[in-house]
């Protein structure tokens, strides 16, 4: 099979409804490399950049409790920053550029899925905005072509 590994997504593919950060921006623990008290952050098995890990919330109203809280993976090199939090909402909105996500079977035999990021950074803005008038109406009338 040609497809091998990490496989690249889109923001919108994995949170349509959009994500919030519900958690710290936290180094991911090499579980064989640290030993006898000693921390040893995670490096990504293919970059060896950096692992770092951030709870988020999806926006998607349909799921269950349970499946709305996920830990996204950053590759970088220095702990990321997250967004400046929003007045007025009780969590911060983030978006993900340059996503992977890498299906595995889990310790209760189930599908899962590890998600890996590049950059993390506040929703963008829509590229078009929204028109400030109406158009105006048609000249032609109604049933008829205008030539």
Known sequence: MALQ????????????????????????????ASAGGRFVQARDK????LVWQVAVMDGDPTLKPA?????????APVQPVPPSP???LP?????????????YVNAAGRLAYSTK??????PRQSSQPAPTTPPAPSKAPAGKDAA
């Open 5 to 32: 590994g990490p496989i690249p997504v889109t923001f919108a593919m994995v949170f349509p409804h959009g994500c919030y950060i519900v958690g710290e921006v936290e180094p991911v623990k090499d579980f064989d």
């Open 46 to 49: 293919r970059t060896q950049e």
């Open 67 to 75: 499946q709305k809280t996920v830990a996204v993976k950053i590759l």
């Open 91 to 103: 969590f911060t909105p983030v978006e993900f550029d340059g996503l992977t996500v890498t299906p």
């Open 117 to 122: 990021v590049r950059e993390m950074h506040a």
């Open 86 to 88: 929003m007045p007025g």
